[in-house]
């Protein structure tokens, strides 16, 4: 099954898709876009031309894991994306997943402008592959 994953933010949205097979998560790109309804309308786009299944939404909880005003803003775009679509999702957990992008951008000396389109998407693809480890390890 092709998996989308989304790292929603209001500015800009990281996206990320798996192979068929669920083993690898990759890098699509990084939507621009403050207006939801032309940013879910781009989503379905790029979802259609990969093929995609399922929608998995990071879900910024706190770190005591309740849910704020950013997780229940996050639930409703996924909620809204799904409706639009007729594509299921789920709800990913993405506590740390910025902290780790940018670890990871900071490993490989991603600086300036480049930083800011990529680390949408390495937290896209973070949120992506820990969903599709998971999946293995319930197998």
């Given at each position: 099954?092709?998996?989308?994953?989304?790292?929603?933010g209001?500015?800009?949205?990281?996206?990320?898709?798996?192979?068929?097979?669920?083993?690898?998560?990759?890098?699509?790109?990084?939507?621009?876009?403050?207006?939801?309804?032309?940013?879910?309308?781009?989503?379905?786009?790029?979802?259609?031309?990969?093929?995609v299944?399922?929608?998995?939404?990071?879900?910024?909880?706190?770190?005591?894991?309740?849910?704020?005003?950013?997780?229940?803003?996050?639930?409703?775009?996924?909620?809204?994306?799904?409706?639009?679509?007729?594509?299921?999702?789920e709800?990913?957990?993405?506590?740390?997943?910025?902290?780790?992008?940018?670890?990871?951008?900071?490993?490989?000396?991603?600086?300036?402008?480049?930083?800011?389109?990529?680390?949408?998407?390495v937290?896209?693809?973070?949120?992506?592959?820990?969903?599709?480890?998971?999946?293995?390890?319930?197998?």
């Amino acid at each position: 099954m092709i998996i989308m994953s989304v790292d929603y933010g209001d500015v800009r949205t990281g996206i990320a898709v798996c192979d068929k097979l669920e083993i690898l998560a990759s890098p699509v790109c990084t939507v621009k876009e403050w207006n939801q309804d032309k940013l879910i309308d781009r989503i379905i786009e790029l979802a259609s031309s990969h093929k995609v299944e399922l929608f998995v939404v990071g879900l910024p909880k706190n770190m005591d894991s309740t849910l704020g005003s950013r997780a229940e803003k996050c639930m409703e775009f996924a909620a809204a994306l799904s409706e639009k679509s007729g594509i299921p999702y789920e709800m990913r957990d993405e506590r740390l997943t910025t902290v780790s992008a940018a670890t990871a951008l900071n490993d490989t000396n991603v600086r300036g402008a480049k930083r800011k389109d990529s680390i949408d998407q390495v937290s896209a693809v973070l949120i992506l592959q820990d969903y599709l480890d998971s999946k293995k390890l319930k197998a």
